[in-house]
């Protein structure tokens, strides 16, 4: 089981940036694969961004360049910085592991001028 908090969601123009973050509670947390999933309207949700406890990420075409997935061990937090924001970018944010079981409420993103 993880329980996760993610925050730093909100509205932004096009061109700019947000950084989300999201604490996990999770024992072992330094060793656990975390990623950044994202259910834009209409859509199902799926996999934007994900990192290894040891630091080796993967990112969906769509935000490839743009956005950056980081994690501090220590502080049990993972972060996707955002930049160049657009607006097909708009959905709500959700932070698990790599194969969750269960969800917790994400943080909506809101790109528009």
């Known amino acids: 089981q993880v329980q996760v908090v993610a925050s730093g969601g909100g509205l932004v123009q096009p061109g700019g940036s947000l950084r989300l973050s999201c604490a996990a509670s999770?024992?072992?947390?330094?060793?656990?694969?975390m990623g950044w999933y994202r259910q834009e309207p209409g859509k199902r949700r799926h996999l934007v961004a994900s990192i290894t406890g040891h630091g080796a990420t993967y990112y969906e075409d769509s935000v490839k360049g743009r956005f950056t997935i980081s994690r501090d061990n220590a502080k049990n937090t993972v972060y996707l910085q955002m930049n160049n924001l657009k607006p097909e970018d708009t959905a709500v944010y959700y932070c698990?592991?790599?194969?969750?079981?269960?969800w917790g409420q994400g943080t909506q993103v809101t790109v528009s001028s």
């Open positions: 999770i024992l072992i947390f330094s060793t656990t694969t």
């Open positions: 698990n592991t790599f194969a969750p079981g269960s």
